[in-house]
């Protein structure tokens, strides 16, 4: 069974922090990259982090490097992205997404699985 559910978004200003997180089924967990995505109004969806569940393998964008960490508790099935030092143009929903293939991890186009996102909203 396919699942991916966010939680953790919420409303901060800017310099402020928020930590989300996606539970995934057991199946979905084990396919390998997970990554985390927004989508801005009006915005293409991009990758923001992506981490492999079988060995820690991190890729961040480099808009948020310093800033975000992505990791994982494998007895929870949970993938975390921290996110520190909050800017306004980090507003957007946020997604987890998975995958079984290759390719970039963060082009959301190699990615299968998505969850159903949870906003962010950063405030100056």
């Known amino acids: 069974q396919v699942q991916l559910v966010e939680s953790g978004g919420g409303s901060v200003q800017a310099g402020g922090s928020l930590r989300l997180s996606c539970a995934a089924s057991e199946y979905t967990y084990s396919t390998g990259f997970m990554g985390w995505f927004r989508q801005a109004p009006g915005k293409e969806r991009e990758g923001v982090a992506a981490l492999y569940t079988g060995g820690g393998i991190t890729h961040y964008a480099d808009s948020v490097k310093g800033r975000f960490t992505i990791s994982q508790d494998n007895a929870k099935r949970t993938v975390y992205l921290q996110m520190n030092s909050l800017k306004p143009e980090d507003t957007a929903m946020y997604y987890c997404?998975?995958?079984?293939?290759?390719?970039?991890?963060?082009?959301?186009?190699?990615?299968?699985?998505w969850g159903q996102g949870t906003q962010v909203t950063v405030s100056s």
């Open positions: 997404a998975a995958r079984r293939g290759a390719g970039p991890p963060l082009l959301s186009e190699t990615y299968n699985y």
